[in-house]
């Protein structure tokens, strides 16, 4: 079977992903890279139900290459982001605070300086019907710029990582600052952090504070 630990691992991070809420029901879908072949999830399959001999396997051009089932309609998104940048795993989720910011703006603003670690403020793709070259276009140009994390209008959200780990990881936080951003809303305005502001937090971060020894 090609590409079998990869298809392990979609079936792993998909059963945590319907866990934790990011997903409901066949919603949702995962990919893993490596080299020209691209493991994703099938369509029409709840993720917390996946087999990894379920989980479908094309090259970088969309061909199936291995697999009985329909690869998941997001495929032609997922290849977009692949062919912009050096991206190892996609995971694209319906969750709740994500889908409810990406209802109502055009950018998740930066109320907290983890926000970084997605790559800046995230974007909001234009809307465009799923599984449409359309909306893959949309969502590549979200992701310019270094942005590992974009919001899909009226959708849901997409993060990007060196592996599925790290890919899950991002969407997690996506998620997490997504609430935060949400409830603060209930409470009033939500301050916004400023560019000389993050980039300070950027600074302090590669170059961490050192700390004395005692000596003996």
């Known amino acids: 079977?090609?590409?079998?630990?990869?298809?392990?691992?979609?079936?792993?991070?998909?059963?945590?992903?319907?866990?934790?809420?990011?997903?409901?029901?066949?919603?949702?879908?995962?990919?893993?890279?490596?080299?020209?072949?691209v493991a994703v999830t099938p369509s029409g399959v709840p993720l917390d139900r996946l087999e990894p001999e379920a989980c479908p396997v094309v090259d970088v051009a969309g061909h199936l290459v291995e697999g009985a089932l329909r690869p998941s309609s997001e495929t032609p998104m997922h290849l977009a982001v692949y062919a912009s940048g050096d991206a190892g795993a996609v995971v694209h989720t319906h969750s709740v605070f994500g889908a409810v910011v990406a209802a109502t703006m055009t950018e998740l603003p930066p109320i907290h300086y983890t926000v970084l670690l997605l790559g800046g403020p995230v974007r909001v793709a234009e809307y465009a019907t799923y599984g449409t070259p359309e909306l893959a276009a949309n969502v590549r140009a979200a992701l310019e710029g270094g942005r590992r994390a974009a919001l899909l209008a009226s959708h849901g959200g997409v993060t990007l990582g060196d592996d599925l780990a790290g890919?899950?990881?991002?969407?997690?936080?996506?998620?997490?600052?997504?609430e935060v951003y949400?409830?603060?809303?209930?409470?009033?305005?939500?301050?916004?952090?400023?560019?000389?502001?993050?980039?300070?937090?950027?600074?302090?971060?590669?170059?961490?504070?050192?700390?004395?020894?005692?000596?003996?």
């Open 1 to 37: 079977m090609l590409l079998a630990e990869q298809r392990r691992l979609l079936c792993e991070y998909g059963r945590r992903a319907a866990e934790t809420g990011l997903v409901v029901g066949t919603a949702g879908n995962l990919s893993v890279r490596a080299g020209d072949l």
């Open 167 to 178: 890919a899950f990881e991002a969407t997690r936080l996506l998620e997490w600052l997504c």
């Open 182 to 216: 949400v409830r603060a809303r209930a409470v009033g305005e939500p301050r916004v952090l400023t560019g000389e502001q993050l980039a300070a937090v950027a600074h302090r971060a590669f170059n961490p504070p050192t700390f004395p020894t005692r000596e003996d």
